[in-house]
Every structure is written in structure tokens, then in C-alpha cells.
């Protein structure tokens, strides 16, 4: 069982709509918990960043953490075709190593 | 904010010759880099600690003799990858922290390696 689970996807909605993204993990010692976007054949760029659980908001983009289950989640609201990438979650626990998931590629359709 | 520069951004070599990729950090002293590679679909795998002025930390089952990381100044890492082979090609991505902390990484544009 790998210790971040990612569902790749293709996921596809159309502009305007929201959109939720998730990741399960196993790991109970991960406290920190990121979201970057990926665009084709770029380097990541960090989205969000939470510590431990709760919400954190900025702009149209939602982190949510739940650590009782194990599962996190990004809310983009008002979608836009430039929004279209890979979504890669990533966490990081008492080790220090920084573990990502697989990503989850999102296309919004005009 | 922070920009890491990372060159080439495409490469293609024939089997057996090496290979430099150079990482920079613009506007903010790195005292650590990380090193990654990506297969298509795949997550981001962690190949090594690049550590200003000591040797690189690599992670179990990347060969350090192969992947050779240099982290010379405060703003520049270079991995060369020695004696290429085919399944070497990968999409390859430095990046850096401000500060240390590896949660806010900064990461290159990454660099596509094709072997013939």
C-alpha cells in the first residue's frame, strides 16, 4: 500500500463548475500537507500549504485536512480552462521526507 | 517569490555519453536542494539531498556513482548523469528552499532526458 493514495484521473468538468480533488494517506505522523499544480512538462508550483487539520482558503482554491480519516482535499470554485494541469497532493511527517502523491490530472472544457 | 532556473529544459544524447543539468536559485540563497525524477503519470520520486558544500544525500536505490550531484555555491546544483542508457530517460526537476524547510519547495522547470 503506498502511503499517499491519488486518484490520476483524467477528470473532466466544464468551466465554471467546482471542482474537488483528494488525497488518503496512511500515515499518521504526516502533519504537513501541500498541494502543487503542474503544468504539462513544468515544474510544480506550490498551491496551498496547511499544517495539521482544518480549512484554508485563498482566492478560489480550498484546502480542507481531516486527519481522524486520513484524507485531505483541494476545492477550486469557478473553474477555469486555465486551471487544467495535474494536481500532485504531498505530505510530510516526522521524517522530513516529503511524499507525493501520483496527481490527479483535471482538464475544464470551455 | 523564489525562482529556481533549471537548463536544459530538453536534451537528447546517445547511450553512453553524460549529461549535466544545472539548477539555480535567482533571488534566494539555497542551502539545500532536492533532486526529483517523473515518469509519465507518475508522482514525483526524491533522488537525492543536495547539500552546499557537502556531499548529496541520496535515497536508497539511486546510484551515486551514476547521479552525480554537486552543490557547489549557495545558488547552484548540477546533476550529471553518467554513461546515459535509455532507461535513464526520464523528466528530471531540481528544487529548493528558502530558509531550509523542505514543505515550500520551489521547483525548476525540469528537464526531459531522451537516450538513444
Known amino acids: 500500500q503506498k502511503e499517499v493514495e491519488q486518484d490520476p484521473g483524467p477528470l473532466s468538468v466544464p468551466e465554471g463548475a467546482i471542482v474537488s480533488l483528494n488525497c488518503t494517506y496512511s500515515?499518521?505522523?504526516?502533519?504537513?500537507f501541500m498541494w502543487y499544480r503542474q503544468y504539462s512538462r513544468k515544474g510544480p508550483e506550490l498551491l496551498m500549504y496547511?499544517?495539521?487539520?482544518g480549512n484554508k482558503e485563498d482566492g478560489r482554491f480550498t484546502a480542507q485536512v481531516d486527519k481522524s480519516s486520513k484524507y485531505i482535499s483541494l476545492f477550486i470554485r469557478d473553474s477555469q480552462p486555465s486551471d487544467s494541469a495535474t494536481y500532485l497532493c504531498?505530505?510530510?511527517?516526522?521524517?522530513?521526507?516529503?511524499?507525493f502523491g501520483q496527481g490527479t490530472t483535471l482538464q475544464v472544457k470551455p | 517569490g523564489a525562482v529556481v532556473s533549471q537548463h536544459p529544459s530538453r536534451v537528447i544524447c546517445k547511450s553512453g555519453t553524460s549529461v549535466k543539468i544545472e539548477c539555480r536559485s535567482l533571488?534566494?540563497?539555497?542551502?539545500?536542494m532536492f533532486w526529483y525524477r517523473q515518469f509519465p503519470k507518475q508522482s514525483l520520486m526524491l533522488m537525492a539531498t543536495?547539500?552546499?558544500?557537502?556531499?548529496?544525500?541520496?535515497e536508497q536505490g539511486v546510484e551515486k556513482d551514476k547521479f552525480l550531484i554537486n552543490h557547489a555555491s549557495l545558488t547552484l546544483s548540477t546533476l550529471t548523469v553518467t554513461s546515459a542508457h535509455p532507461e535513464d530517460s526520464s523528466f528530471y526537476i531540481c528544487?529548493?528552499?528558502?530558509?531550509?524547510?523542505?514543505?515550500?519547495?520551489?521547483f525548476g522547470s525540469g528537464t526531459q532526458l531522451s537516450v538513444l
Open positions: 500515515n499518521s505522523a504526516f502533519q504537513y
Open positions: 504531498a505530505m510530510k511527517g516526522n521524517t522530513g521526507k516529503l511524499i
Open positions: 496547511t499544517y495539521s487539520s
Open positions: 528544487s529548493a528552499t528558502q530558509g531550509g524547510s523542505n514543505e515550500k519547495l520551489f
Open positions: 543536495s547539500n552546499e558544500g557537502s556531499k548529496a544525500t541520496y
Open positions: 533571488d534566494f540563497q539555497a542551502t539545500t
